[in-house]
């Protein structure tokens, strides 16, 4: 079992739609969670950090995560065609400041249609 | 502000081969983490280096090695290329070496034939 797990998609939705992204995890000690944005043949872009649970909001880009039931979500509201990139969400652990090796899902792949 | 720089952008080599790609990280940034993405998958973490020593290595072979220079910049080498290390290598910088916020550049994308 993979320690981060993101369905893949192609998810694909009309300009203006309100989208929800989502990935679950095994590792109950991930205490930082990202959000990326990966246009084709780009490095990844942070678009959300979050620390331990909680909603944070920023612009159309909101992330949550309940780390009752390992799971986080970004929601992006208004969507528009320029959203259309892979989202990957990231996790890290407290490494004690050793190192801030990132642990990455699979990405979901997603189109906004105009 | 310059972002992360990678170089070569494409490099396409044989198998058994020996590869070097280089990153130059944010100015003022003194980590530099190195990464492997795969086609369709997210990107696996090979190695972190922080002043210049190493603070990560993930699950790689030891065909795999680093080094960060004084100026902070980056190498990674790749020995004896497979088939599956084809793949689109990420570098990531960060202004310290833990708890900070990673800025990736573009990737090198290797094809190994």
């Known amino acids: 079992q993979k320690e981060v797990e993101q369905d893949p998609g192609p998810l694909s939705v009309p300009e203006g739609a309100i989208v929800s992204l989502n990935c679950t995890y095994s590792n109950s000690a991930f205490q930082y969670f990202m959000w990326y944005r990966q246009y084709s043949r780009k490095g990844p872009e942070l678009l959300m950090y979050t620390y331990s649970s909680g909603n944070k909001e920023d612009g159309r880009f909101t992330a949550q995560v309940d780390k009752s039931s390992k799971y986080i979500s970004l929601f992006i509201r208004d969507s528009q065609p320029s959203d259309s990139a892979t989202y990957l969400c990231?996790?890290?652990?407290?490494?004690?400041?050793?190192?801030?090796?990132?642990?990455f899902g699979t990405g979901t792949l997603l189109a906004v249609q105009p | 502000d310059a972002g992360v720089t990678q170089s070569p952008t494409h490099l396409i080599k044989t198998r058994g081969q020996h590869v070097t790609l280089r990153c130059s990280p944010i100015?003022?940034?003194?980590?530099v983490s190195w990464y492997q993405q795969v086609l369709g998958q997210g990107p696996q973490f090979i190695f972190q280096y922080y002043e210049k020593e190493e603070r990560g290595r993930g699950n790689f072979p030891d065909r795999f090695s680093a080094r960060q220079f004084p100026n902070y910049s980056s190498e990674l080498n790749v020995n004896a290329l497979l088939l599956g290390d084809s793949a689109l290598y990420l570098c990531?910088?960060?202004?310290?070496?833990?708890?900070?916020?990673?800025?990736f550049g573009p990737g090198t994308r290797l094809t190994v034939l």
């Open positions: 990531a910088s960060s202004l310290l070496g833990a708890g900070d916020t990673q800025y």
């Open positions: 100015s003022g940034h003194k980590s």
């Open positions: 990231a996790m890290r652990v407290n490494y004690g400041g050793a190192t801030n090796k990132l642990i």
